[in-house]
């Protein structure tokens, strides 16, 4: 099955502790992105990528970190320096030939 | 700057009837439109998209149309089903910004039996 994996589904962190979301894509997709949700809003653009070994920072990306070692993979590292992470975080991909994204199914980060 | 606003929720309607949901944008150039939508604890599925003005998307019996002059890009059924209860996000895309999605705030919509 072609698609967008997000794990895990609910993470859980204590205060303080840096933590990485994974995403990866078997859809031979250019671009990912990552954004953050939460309650009552849109999603909000924290990083993305649209090649190998290079990303850009969105609108959000204060206190988190990605890296784009492969096309499939694009995790996101909340550190601690971020304020206020729990939320619900989802990864898209988008490939070279159209502005359409897909999303993977989000992971919900609770910090304790 | 580019901003999308969409109308206040939730939106709660009887089965069949019908749906609207308002959507207006602000942006530089020609972005393309989407609508996405989100069931309980999933992520973003496209619903609809449409790339120039007078385009209409359409999916599943919803359709919306991108209007310039108006910019808006309303979303509408003819005939909701339970099934339909989600939340609907509309969405741009600005020309030349590496494709990235700038999301208005979403409508959450129940529909009763």
């Not at chain 1, 204060?62 to 990864?91: D, H, I, M, W």
């Not at chain 2, 808006?72 to 990235?100: I, M, R, W």
Request: glycine share 10%; aromatic share 12%.
């Amino acid at each position: 099955d072609g698609g967008i994996t997000q794990s895990p589904k609910y993470l859980f962190r204590k205060e303080g502790q840096n933590v990485t979301l994974s995403c990866e894509q078997n859809l031979n997709h250019d671009a990912m992105y990552w954004y953050r949700q939460d309650p009552g809003q849109g999603l909000r653009l924290i990083y993305y990528s649209q090649i190998v070994n290079d990303f850009q920072k969105g609108d959000i990306a204060e206190g988190y970190s990605v890296s784009r070692e492969k096309k499939e993979s694009f995790p996101l590292t909340v550190t601690s320096a971020q304020k206020n992470p729990t939320a619900f975080y989802l990864c898209a991909s988008r490939p070279a030939d159209t502005d359409t994204q897909y999303f993977g199914p989000g992971t919900r980060l609770t910090v304790l | 700057g580019n901003s999308v606003t969409q109308m206040e929720g939730p939106v709660t309607l009887s089965e069949e009837a019908f749906l609207t949901i308002n959507c207006t944008y602000t942006a530089t150039g020609y972005p393309s439109l989407f609508w996405y939508v989100q069931y309980p604890g999933e992520g973003l599925q496209l619903l609809l998209k449409a790339t120039k003005a007078d385009d209409k998307g359409s999916n599943k019996g919803f359709e919306a149309t991108y209007r310039k002059e108006t910019t808006s890009f309303h979303l509408e059924k003819g005939s909701v089903q339970v099934s339909d209860s989600a939340v609907y996000f509309c969405a741009l895309t600005p020309y030349n910004q590496g494709g990235k999605l700038i999301f208005g705030q979403g409508t959450e919509l129940s529909v009763k039996p």
